[in-house]
């Protein structure tokens, strides 16, 4: 089993930068890929970024190359998401999953956080 804890979420203006964190805890943490999701309001769950167990490899959305950087420290079991240049439709809940295989895909992840909301006013 693995927990995952999203940490970092807040309201901001548009322009702003935040840094969420994902704290994890669990058996062999550091051998999961890790990723970000976000879920807009009545919107569908969508991919934000990913990063390889060993933190070589990242992958990110389209809408948010430029902006957004993920990475992660397998010494504290933590993987972080750092956002800048806000814009008002990065607004949503944002969740931390845990994955084997390194995928962009919802369904491929095993296991999730809580989730933390990010706003962003225009």
């Known amino acids: 089993q693995v927990q995952l804890v999203e940490s970092g979420g807040g309201l901001v203006q548009a322009g702003d930068s935040l840094r969420l964190s994902c704290a994890a805890s669990?058996?062999?943490?550091?051998?999961?890929?890790m990723g970000w999701f976000r879920q807009p309001p009545g919107k569908e769950r969508e991919f934000v970024a990913a990063?390889?167990?060993?933190?070589?490899?990242?992958r990110l959305a389209d809408s948010v190359k430029g902006r957004f950087t993920i990475s992660r420290d397998n010494a504290k079991n933590t993987a972080n998401l750092q956002m800048n240049n806000l814009k008002p439709e990065d607004t949503a809940v944002y969740y931390c999953?845990?994955?084997?295989?390194?995928?962009?895909?919802?369904?491929?992840?095993?296991?999730w956080g809580q989730g933390t909301q990010v706003t962003v006013s225009s």
């Open positions: 999953a845990a994955d084997r295989t390194y995928s962009t895909q919802i369904n491929n992840y095993d296991y």
């Open positions: 669990g058996r062999t943490v550091s051998a999961y890929a």
């Open positions: 990063i390889s167990w060993n933190g070589i490899s990242t």
